[in-house]
T-cell receptor
Framework: GAVVSQHPSWVICKSGTSVKIECRSLDFQATTMFWYRQFPKQSLMLMATSNEGSKATYEQGVEKDKFLINHASLTLSTLTVTSAHPEDSSFYIC?????????????FGPGTRLTVL | SQQGEEDPQALSIQEGENATMNCSYKTSINNLQWYRQNSGRGLVHLILIRSNEREKHSGRLRVTLDTSKKSSSLLITASRAADTASYFCATASSGSARQLTFGSGTQLTVLP
């Protein structure tokens, strides 16, 4: 089956530092990847849509200069949380859409738990 | 923005009983999907129902969709302790991006 990995699975950082989270599709090529944020006991909120080779499209209210997304290849997208603050602590989940499976197929990564001290 | 509201927020049942979760949404959709999430983990896709479908089955899962009421339900029959998880509905827009908008989720606990 299609597998999406995220690295790291958890990270603790100090306030003011930057953290990079990787999302990889391991056995398929993904033209589109999505980044979500989930606060404890809440639902997933879409942050941005990332298309390979082009700029990400951010949802309303998501600061593009704070959450930098790079989708440089068909198997890798990265999310960098810049100048992290405690309120950025959350569970970040990515999903990847295979290029050849239509628009309705997304495979989700296992998530990355970010804690900002 | 969060489109879907789910109820109940939490549901606790005995093993062997059926569990029903409901989802309501606000805008027109291409399809609606149900996902399961174990605590602190990623999402597992359960089932997809298209806007022109009314009911769909997959194993112990039964999903209904009423586009006139903008609502869907997920029925899990003969529940097992391993079904304990959070369940989310997600609506897919009709555009080419086909983004998912997730509901608020139902925490299901199945007691052995």
């Amino acid at each position: 089956g299609a597998v999406v990995s995220q690295h790291p699975s958890w990270v603790i950082c100090k306030s003011g530092t930057s953290v990079k989270i990787e999302c990889r599709s391991l056995d398929f090529q993904a033209t589109t990847m999505f980044w979500y944020r989930q606060f404890p006991k809440q639902s997933l909120m879409l942050m941005a849509t990332s298309n390979e080779g082009s700029k990400a499209t951010y949802e309303q209210g998501v600061e593009k200069d704070k959450f930098l997304i790079n989708h440089a290849s068909l198997t890798l997208s990265t999310l960098t949380v810049t100048s992290a603050h405690p309120e950025d602590s959350s569970f970040y989940i990515c999903s990847a859409r295979p290029w050849d499976r239509g628009l309705d197929t997304q495979y989700f990564g296992p998530g990355t738990r970010l804690t900002v001290l | 923005s969060q489109q879907g509201e789910e109820d109940p927020q939490a549901l606790s049942i005995q093993e062997g009983e059926n569990a029903t979760m409901n989802c309501s949404y606000k805008t027109s959709i291409n399809n609606l999907q149900w996902y399961r999430q174990n605590s602190g983990r990623g999402l597992v896709h359960l089932i997809l129902i298209r806007s022109n479908e009314r009911e769909k089955h997959s194993g112990r899962l039964r999903v209904t969709l009423d586009t006139s009421k903008k609502s869907s339900s997920l029925l899990i029959t003969a529940s097992r302790a391993a079904d304990t998880a959070s369940y989310f509905c997600a609506t897919a827009s009709s555009g080419s991006a086909r983004q998912l908008t997730f509901g608020s989720g139902t925490q299901l606990t199945v007691l052995p």
